[in-house]
C-alpha cells in the first residue's frame, strides 16, 4: 500500500534562513508527488506536484522541490524563508490505479523572527 | 477562496446522533474528496466520488456513507456519533478523476459532546 512519511513533526527556522522539509513515499512505481501547505483555520493549497520529467520543480510562494527516485523522496525546499511561511506542510501521494492522494502526517514550520 | 463551499461550518451534536456535512464543488470539477482531519490521526482520506460514482475509498467507517449527487455536490453522512468524530472534515474537488489539483473548502467542524 502507498504511505507518506514526513519524519519531522516541527521545524523551526529562523527568518532569512533556508528550509528543507522531508518526505519519503513508499509505492513500486513512480506517483503524482505533490506538497500542500495549511495555514491555521484554512483548508489546504497545492504548492508544487511532480508527475514526471524534470525531477526539479517549482511551486509558489519561491518554493521548489526534488524527486530522487533512488531515495524515494520528494523534500520540499525554500532559499529564504519568510515569517508568512509559518503553516503546517503535507506531501501527499497519488497513484494511478488507487485514485486516492494519501498525505503525510505533516510538519509544522515556525519562523523565529 | 478555493471555490469549494462546506456547510456547516460548525457543528456541535451529541453522542449518538447523526448529522450531514454538505459541499458544493468548484464549478466543472467532477472529483470529490472527503478528508477527515484530527490530532491524534492527521488528515486521512475518506472516499472519492468521481461524477457520481463511488471510485476510491479509505479508511472510512460503515457508519459514515458518502453520495454524489447529479449536480456534483456531495453530502458526507456521519451517525451514531461517538466522541472520537470530533474532528474537521475537508471536502476538496478536482477537475481530474487522478493527479489534479485538489481544491480545498475551509472544513466542517464537528464537535460531538
Known amino acids: 500500500a502507498q504511505s507518506v512519511t514526513q519524519p519531522d513533526i516541527h521545524i523551526t527556522v529562523s527568518e532569512g534562513a533556508s528550509l528543507e522539509l522531508r518526505c519519503n513515499y513508499s509505492?513500486?512505481?513512480?506517483?503524482?508527488l505533490f506538497w500542500y501547505v495549511q495555514s491555521p483555520g484554512q483548508g489546504l493549497q497545492l504548492l508544487l506536484k511532480y508527475f514526471s520529467g524534470d525531477t526539479l520543480v517549482q511551486g509558489i510562494k519561491g518554493f521548489e522541490a526534488e524527486f530522487k527516485r533512488s531515495q524515494s523522496s520528494f523534500n520540499l525546499r525554500k532559499p529564504s524563508v519568510h515569517w508568512s511561511d509559518a503553516a503546517e506542510y503535507f506531501c501527499a501521494v497519488e497513484t494511478d490505479s488507487s485514485y486516492k492522494l494519501i498525505f503525510g502526517s505533516g510538519t509544522r514550520l515556525l519562523v523565529r523572527p | 477562496d478555493s471555490g469549494v463551499t462546506q456547510t456547516p461550518k460548525h457543528l456541535i451534536t451529541a453522542t449518538g446522533q447523526r448529522v450531514t456535512l454538505r459541499c458544493s464543488p468548484r464549478?466543472?470539477?467532477?472529483?470529490v474528496y472527503w478528508y477527515q482531519q484530527s490530532l491524534d490521526q492527521g488528515l486521512q482520506f475518506l472516499i472519492q466520488?468521481?461524477?457520481?460514482?463511488?471510485?476510491a475509498k479509505g479508511n472510512i467507517l460503515e457508519r459514515f456513507s458518502a453520495q454524489q449527487f447529479p449536480d456534483l455536490h456531495s453530502e458526507l453522512n456521519l451517525s451514531s456519533l461517538e466522541l472520537g468524530d470530533s474532528a474537521l472534515y475537508f471536502c476538496?474537488?478536482?477537475?481530474?478523476?487522478?493527479?489534479?489539483?485538489?481544491?480545498f473548502g475551509e472544513g466542517s467542524r464537528l464537535t460531538v459532546l
Open positions: 464549478s466543472g470539477d467532477l472529483s
Open positions: 476538496a474537488s478536482s477537475d481530474r478523476l487522478v493527479g489534479g489539483e485538489l481544491f
Open positions: 509505492y513500486g512505481a513512480t506517483p503524482y
Open positions: 466520488y468521481y461524477n457520481g460514482e463511488e471510485r
